[in-house]
């Protein structure tokens, strides 16, 4: 017993020295990388989480208090919406506390620089401290979850339409024929690949002998959009690439079909209820895969005057003179200290606590929900609607971005 104990005291040790160790080398430069490895941590926690927590949480009594326990899927959900709340109270939290940074200066620099020890401790706090709440406040989160989840997909929308601006405006400024081939043939593979996709709907969303008006809808709606997007780009006055309109094409028939597939496995036209347990990991996959990357993405852009990350009225050291002259060392800190902070660090958290609601809804399937009684609560629908309202807003903002600078061409976009 005394040996066991004193094993147990030796790996505890070790862990905290290990953890001292990787916590002590971020530097400033990899601040941010860091942080996405804590949201990409949180998620394999969620994950794990979902598998083994069941039996545990079916014990609690302040979880477990109904008349008849519920299914086991009830208590994984549970379980993914817990770590999920206590990771969006993190970033929140921070992001409060760092509304109004605008200069190295300020310490709350060094709080959203350092201090890796701490914040560790009060993340798994946090998520420890949401398994005493009671079921009505996750209950609420996880409604109010699909609001911020489709906040975050125009986020995404957002990066990724900075992200294929940059691509185009990269190898267009080589001014080579090779890169204009690329252009042409990555754009040529998208588009071949939107209306593949686009007839792999039609067939496994619009299955004959069934009423699926709305089905089609949603499909024709994409591919007219599509269609759009290639007459705007290609119109002389607009003079634009396509292979923007190409990739965004592509994205937007991604949504569709990522909302059609949340439609209840019961419902007549959804085509993948015989497969819904391989289409359920696929689309968990890719939604996973894809918010890790945006999330990633925005932390390595942050800064870049682009994205939407860097605000637009950044002060510029330098403006003011001190009324003492300073020797050559001073005078190099006090410009270190006083420049002016590359991204707006409150806006980098909100990307994490919106991406932290995403993740749960994703880990969840969308389609269920903690209700009062303890039975899980079929949602498809809401689901349906959050996925398709954003691929029109992917739309509208594509378009936005290719007329607008004609329309306003004294302002900068």
Avoid at 67 to 94: H, K, Q
Wanted: proline share 4%.
């Amino acid at each position: 017993m005394w040996a066991a104990g004193c094993l147990a005291s030796c790996c505890a040790s070790c862990a905290c020295s290990a953890c001292q160790q990787v916590v002590s080398g971020i530097s400033r430069r990899s601040a941010r990388l860091a942080y996405c490895g804590l949201f990409a941590f949180s998620l394999i926690v969620a994950w794990i989480l979902r598998e083994v927590a069941a039996p545990f949480m079916e014990k609690i009594p302040w979880i477990n208090h109904f008349y008849e326990t519920p299914d086991r899927e009830w208590f994984e959900t549970d379980a993914v919406l817990r770590v999920s709340l206590g990771n969006f109270l993190f970033f929140s939290i921070l992001s409060l506390l760092m509304i109004g940074v605008k200069n190295q200066k300020d310490p709350r620099d060094s709080l959203h620089h350092g201090g890796w020890m701490m914040k560790v401790i009060c993340w798994c706090l946090l998520v420890i401290l949401m398994f005493f709440l009671p079921n009505g406040v996750i209950s609420f989160y996880e409604s109010t979850s699909k609001f911020g989840s489709g906040l975050f997909l125009l986020v995404q929308v957002v990066l990724l339409l900075d992200f294929v601006h940059s691509w185009n405006d990269k190898w267009v400024g080589y001014d080579e024929q090779f890169w204009y081939a690329a252009l042409l043939v990555v754009s040529l593979v998208c588009y071949v690949a939107t209306f593949s996709f686009s007839g792999l709907l039609f067939y496994l969303f619009t299955p004959s002998g069934q009423d699926c008006g709305l089905n089609t809808f949603f499909i024709v709606m994409i591919l007219i959009l599509v269609f759009v997007f290639a007459i705007i780009t290609l119109h002389p006055t607009v003079s634009g690439s396509i292979l923007p309109a190409s990739v965004i094409s592509l994205y937007c028939i991604y949504l569709c079909y990522s909302g059609l597939a949340s439609e209840p496995r019961d419902y007549a036209c959804n085509g993948l209820h015989k497969h819904s347990k391989a289409a359920s990991t696929g689309t968990l996959t890719i939604g996973l895969l894809t918010t890790v990357l945006s999330v990633v993405y925005s932390a390595v852009r942050a800064g870049s005057s682009t994205t939407l990350l860097s605000p637009p009225s950044s002060p510029r050291a330098g403006g003011e003179k001190p009324l003492l002259p300073l020797d050559k060392r001073d005078e190099y800190e006090e410009k270190e200290n006083n420049k002016p902070v590359s991204y707006s660090y409150s806006f980098f958290h909100i990307i994490f606590s919106l991406a932290s609601m995403y993740s749960a809804m994703l880990l969840t399937g969308w389609s269920t929900s903690v209700g009062e009684s303890g039975r899980l609560v079929d949602v498809g629908w809401p689901s349906v609607w959050v996925r398709m309202i954003t691929s029109w807003a992917t739309a509208g903002l594509f378009i936005w971005s290719m007329v607008a600078p004609h329309l306003f061409p004294d302002r900068e976009f």
